[in-house]
C-alpha cells in the first residue's frame, strides 16, 4: 500500500476504450473551449482590448496577433495531444 499505487477492481482497471473515450471527450471540451475564446474574441473584441489593455500596452494589430497564434497553438496542442491519440487507439481497438 504505501508505493502509492491505486488497487481497482478487475472490471474497473484502465482500458483502450476508456483512453478513447477520456481521448473523444478531452477533444471535445477543448474545441469548445477554442470555439467561446473565438466567439467572445469576434464578439466581445474591444471589451476584451480594454480589459487586457490594463495590463498589457498593446495596438490593436498586436492584440489581434497574440489572440490568432495563442488559439493557433491551442488547436494544433488538441490535435497532436488528444485527437491523434484518439485517432491511433480508434485504428488499433
Given at each position: 500500500?504505501?508505493t502509492g499505487?491505486v488497487?481497482?477492481?478487475?472490471?474497473?482497471?484502465?482500458n483502450?476504450?476508456i483512453i478513447?473515450n477520456f481521448l473523444?471527450?478531452?477533444?471535445a471540451?477543448?474545441?469548445?473551449?477554442?470555439?467561446v475564446?473565438f466567439l467572445v474574441f469576434?464578439?466581445?473584441?474591444d471589451?476584451?482590448?480594454?480589459?487586457?489593455?490594463?495590463?498589457?500596452?498593446?495596438s490593436r494589430?498586436?492584440?489581434d496577433v497574440?489572440h490568432?497564434a495563442?488559439?493557433?497553438?491551442f488547436?494544433i496542442g488538441?490535435?497532436l495531444?488528444?485527437?491523434?491519440?484518439f485517432?491511433?487507439?480508434?485504428?488499433?481497438?
Open positions: 500500500m504505501g499505487s488497487f481497482l477492481p478487475r472490471e474497473e482497471k484502465m483502450i476504450e478513447r473523444l471527450w478531452c477533444t471540451i477543448n474545441y469548445g473551449v477554442l470555439l475564446w469576434v464578439f466581445a473584441h471589451w476584451i482590448r480594454r480589459l487586457h489593455g490594463k495590463w498589457f500596452h498593446l494589430d498586436q492584440f497574440v490568432y495563442g488559439m493557433s497553438v488547436k488538441i490535435i495531444f488528444n485527437l491523434v491519440p485517432v491511433v487507439l480508434s485504428i488499433l481497438g
